[in-house]
């Protein structure tokens, strides 16, 4: 019953987060527009890290009320390998991730419902722009930067929470910005996939290559490498957690 409980709330969590990454663009225009900033790149890019921050505060209160739910199934594998969910096994992994990737299907379906008409042109998922095993590395090695960050952020960052979700925004944003001409990116298997299943493309190689393995390659070794520069055994991120 435990495993089932946290894969249902990984599906609710995902489908949340795939549902409000999409208004990130469309708050951001308003709110630029409105400031009278929408020409200046840095200050829109300002404004998008911090409406992505609010994004990751209320998302990470939602999942710590869920009991540690996940809307990230490389997160979660990078946080199973470092030991900061003892609890989880590899069959829990193995009913979780698919959880998510129903959650990503869900997030994007109730999107399309609700957004209006004039500002779908700004709803575009993650796509391959180069070739497939240039879009594997770039794709792995942007999830492997952001699964060490999250790795170093949560487990030795600051004690601040803001702080911590202000420092994932930042990350986030910067990588999203770095792989826009490889991958989109993605960084999130189960976000890759709600996107891929409504553009009928769910079932290929291209999508398993490029967004599921090469990810899952990326999480693990920068959980990995995280053990081998911190030696942070179980115990130690499991006090530092608390």
Same mark, same amino acid.
């Given at each position: 019953?435990?495993? #089932?409980?946290?894969? #249902?709330?990984?599906?609710? /969590?995902?489908?949340?987060?795939?549902?409000?990454?999409?208004? /990130?663009?469309?708050?951001?225009?308003?709110?630029?527009?409105?400031?009278?900033?929408?020409?200046?790149?840095?200050?829109?890019?300002? #404004?998008?890290?911090?409406?992505?921050?609010?994004?990751?505060l209320i998302i990470n209160l939602i999942g710590n009320f869920l009991g540690g739910a996940s809307f990230n199934p490389?997160?979660?594998?990078?946080?199973?390998?470092?030991?900061?969910r003892p609890d989880s096994s590899l069959l829990s992994l193995a009913v979780r991730f698919p959880a998510q990737a129903a959650g990503g299907v869900g997030g994007v379906k109730a999107i399309m419902q609700v957004m209006p008409?004039?500002?779908?042109?700004?709803?575009?998922?993650?796509?391959?722009?180069?070739?497939m095993h240039t879009g594997a590395v770039a794709e792995g090695g942007l999830t492997f930067v952001l699964c060490f960050a999250l790795l170093v952020i949560i487990i030795k960052g600051p004690r601040s929470l803001f702080l911590k979700a202000y420092l994932i925004a930042m990350t986030t944003v910067g990588l999203i910005l770095s792989g826009s001409k490889y991958t989109g990116p993605s960084m999130n298997p189960a976000n890759a996939f709600g996107w891929a299943y409504l553009n009928n493309w769910h079932n290929t190689w291209e999508l398993f290559y490029v967004y599921w393995?090469?990810?899952?390659?990326?999480? #693990?070794?920068?959980?990995?490498?995280?053990?081998?520069l911190f030696a942070a055994s179980p115990a130690a991120v499991k006090q530092k957690k608390a």
């Amino acid at each position: 019953m435990g495993v #089932i409980k946290a894969a #249902i709330g990984d599906a609710f /969590l995902t489908s949340m987060w795939v549902f409000s990454v999409p208004f /990130l663009r469309v708050f951001t225009a308003i709110v630029s527009t409105f400031l009278g900033v929408q020409t200046n790149p840095l200050l829109v890019l300002f #404004i998008t890290t911090n409406l992505v921050t609010i994004l990751v505060l209320i998302i990470n209160l939602i999942g710590n009320f869920l009991g540690g739910a996940s809307f990230n199934p490389t997160a979660t594998l990078s946080f199973y390998v470092v030991g900061l969910r003892p609890d989880s096994s590899l069959l829990s992994l193995a009913v979780r991730f698919p959880a998510q990737a129903a959650g990503g299907v869900g997030g994007v379906k109730a999107i399309m419902q609700v957004m209006p008409t004039q500002y779908m042109h700004m709803f575009k998922g993650p796509s391959l722009k180069v070739d497939m095993h240039t879009g594997a590395v770039a794709e792995g090695g942007l999830t492997f930067v952001l699964c060490f960050a999250l790795l170093v952020i949560i487990i030795k960052g600051p004690r601040s929470l803001f702080l911590k979700a202000y420092l994932i925004a930042m990350t986030t944003v910067g990588l999203i910005l770095s792989g826009s001409k490889y991958t989109g990116p993605s960084m999130n298997p189960a976000n890759a996939f709600g996107w891929a299943y409504l553009n009928n493309w769910h079932n290929t190689w291209e999508l398993f290559y490029v967004y599921w393995v090469s990810p899952f390659i990326g999480a #693990i070794l920068a959980a990995w490498i995280f053990l081998f520069l911190f030696a942070a055994s179980p115990a130690a991120v499991k006090q530092k957690k608390a």
